[in-house]
């Protein structure tokens, strides 16, 4: 079994700053992507930023320029610096690791975090 534990969030006033870090108990055989979402309330769930095991990023829109997110394979954590936060970045946080399989012989399938609260004050 996998866990992914989230740290980093937390209140800040706007235009500061958060570093977020999701870190997996153990190590993979192999990740298709690390990725982090947000869940704002009353809102779905969306993607915010994604890192693809040869280090291409994909960001959501709303976040370009503002965000970014970052990898150590050696350490199996995930970042995700955030700058410059809006009030509108408020949300929980889920970290989410995509097409991941424990062994060379294992089906892949996705690990989600527990989730960590940013709230950005106007």
């Known amino acids: 079994q996998v866990q992914l534990v989230e740290s980093g969030g937390g209140l800040v006033q706007a235009g500061g700053s958060l570093r977020l870090s999701c870190v997996a108990s153990?190590?993979?055989?192999?990740?298709?992507?690390m990725a982090w979402y947000r869940q704002a309330p009353g809102k779905q769930r969306e993607l915010v930023a994604l890192?693809?095991?040869?280090?291409?990023?994909n960001y959501a829109d709303s976040v370009k320029g503002r965000f970014t997110i970052a990898r150590d394979n050696a350490k199996n954590t995930v970042y995700l610096e955030m700058n410059s936060l809006k009030p509108e970045d408020t949300a929980v946080y889920y970290c989410?690791?995509?097409?991941?399989?424990?062994?060379?012989?294992?089906?892949?399938?996705?690990?989600w975090g527990q989730g960590t609260q940013v709230t950005v004050s106007s």
């Open positions: 153990r190590s993979m055989f192999s990740i298709n992507a």
């Open positions: 989410n690791l995509h097409g991941a399989r424990l062994a060379y012989y294992s089906g892949s399938r996705d690990y």
């Open positions: 890192i693809t095991t040869g280090g291409s990023t």
